[in-house]
C-alpha cells in the first residue's frame, strides 16, 4: 500500500565502520578539507543519483515495480501496514530489494534481513492516481497525482545510520504514463489504469552487517515515519 492518497488511499568498503565514517565525511566540510589534503581516497556515497539507469530500467520504471509489488498483497496484510518486518521477504524477486513506507497509523520500527548484494529500493511518500471504472486519461491523472504531491506532501528525511541525505527533492519519481499496477497480482492484471508521483532512493547494497534507515514526511498533518534495522548477510 502507499503513503495516504488522493484515491483513499518509499561499495565496496573495508568495513561497517569505514562506510559510516564515510557517510559522515561526505556531509562535513571539515572532513572533506582533510581528504583534500591527502587523506585515502573515500569509497562513494551508497545514494544512487536518481537519474541513473539501475539493472536496465529507469528509477522511475522501478517506481512502477514497487507499486506492482505493494498491490500484489491483500489490504491489511501489506508491507507498508506491517509493524514487525515480518513481511520484508515477501515476493522479493531479483537484485532489488523494496522497503515500504507506512500507512501513517503511527511510527514503524521494521526488523529485515537483507541478502547481501542487493540494490535497495528505499520509498519516502507517494500518491497514486486511479481511474477506476472510467476510461484512463493518463495525461489528466498524472497531474492530478503531481498536483497533489506537490500540496500535500513535504519533510522529506531519510538518514543512513544516522547521516542524513541531502537532496531528497531531486529523488521525486513520476511514471508520467499510465502503468498496470496489478501485473503481480493473482490472477494477473494488465489493465493499464493507475499513475503515481513520489519521492524514492536507491541505494547500492551495503556492507554485511547492521544498519539503521529512518524514513520521513508527512502527508498533509499526517507524519509517515518508518524504522528498518537491517541485517545484510
Do not use: K
Amino acid at each position: 500500500m502507499a503513503s495516504p492518497r488522493r484515491d483513499n488511499a518509499a561499495m565496496s568498503v573495508h568495513s561497517r565502520s569505514a562506510w559510516r565514517s564515510t557517510l559522515a565525511a561526505l556531509s562535513s566540510a571539515t572532513s572533506v578539507a582533510v581528504h583534500a589534503a591527502g587523506a585515502p581516497p573515500l569509497p562513494p556515497s551508497p545514494v544512487i543519483d536518481a537519474n541513473d539507469v539501475v539493472l536496465d530500467r529507469s528509477q522511475a520504471e522501478w517506481s512502477e515495480g514497487w507499486l506492482q509489488w505493494i498491490a500484489a498483497f491483500p489490504r491489511g496484510s501489506s508491507p507498508v501496514t506491517d509493524t514487525t518486518g515480518a513481511l520484508c521477504a515477501a515476493r522479493q524477486e531479483g537484485d532489488v530489494w523494496f522497503l515500504a513506507t507506512s500507512d501513517g497509523t503511527g511510527p514503524v520500527t521494521r526488523a529485515c534481513a537483507v541478502p547481501a548484494g542487493r540494490t535497495l529500493f528505499v520509498p519516502i511518500a507517494q500518491t497514486t492516481e486511479r481511474s477506476g471504472n472510467r476510461e484512463p486519461d493518463c495525461a489528466s491523472m498524472a497531474r492530478i497525482a503531481a498536483s497533489a504531491l506537490s500540496q500535500h506532501v513535504h519533510q522529506l528525511s531519510l538518514t543512513i545510520d544516522g547521516v542524513p541525505v541531502a537532496g531528497l527533492e531531486n529523488h521525486r519519481l513520476a511514471t508520467g504514463d499510465c502503468f498496470a499496477p496489478g501485473l503481480r497480482q493473482v490472477p494477473r492484471a494488465p489493465a493499464r489504469t493507475a499513475v503515481a508521483d513520489g519521492y524514492y532512493v536507491m541505494l547500492q547494497p551495503l556492507p554485511a552487517g547492521p544498519h539503521v534507515l529512518e524514513v520521513g514526511a508527512r502527508f498533509d498533518s499526517t507524519p509517515l515515519s518508518v524504522t528498518y534495522r537491517l541485517d545484510v548477510r
